[in-house]
Each structure stands twice: as structure tokens, then as C-alpha cells.
């Protein structure tokens, strides 16, 4: 399921990327942050599937 984690916030990540440029290409502060944000959680997501895969991992 770690796994899962990893693809999704990846996923998410790119989707901020993607939003944080549009905005900036049409001039939205808002959907600019909101593109940061999703970076964020992103990467937040992606890490925790990370730190699961090692704890299983170190657990096996």
C-alpha cells in the first residue's frame, strides 16, 4: 500500500506543478497557491509512503 502513497502524492505533486503554472501564465495569485499547496501535500503523501516502505522493510 506504500506504494499507493508514493504514485498518489506524486501524482499530486505534478498536479500542483501544472496548476502553479497555469496561474502564473494567466496571472492568478490564488490558483498559484493553490498549485504550491498541492505540491505540498504531494510530497508530504509521497514521503509517508517512503517512510512506510522502511518500516516494513526494517520490520521484515
Known amino acids: ?3 499507493k502513497e508514493q504514485v498518489t ?9 501544472i496548476k ?3 496561474g502564473k501564465l494567466v496571472g492568478n ?3 498559484q497557491a493553490e498549485g ?4 505540498v501535500e504531494g510530497k ?3 514521503n509517508y509512503g517512503k ?3 522502511a518500516v516494513k522493510d526494517q520490520l521484515n
Open 29 to 31: 495569485e490564488r490558483l
Open 51 to 53: 517512510v512506510k516502505d
Open 36 to 39: 504550491k499547496m498541492d505540491q
Open 1 to 3: 500500500m506504500a506504494e
Open 44 to 46: 508530504t503523501e509521497k
Open 20 to 22: 502553479e503554472g497555469a
Open 9 to 17: 502524492g506524486g501524482a499530486k505533486e505534478l498536479g500542483g506543478k
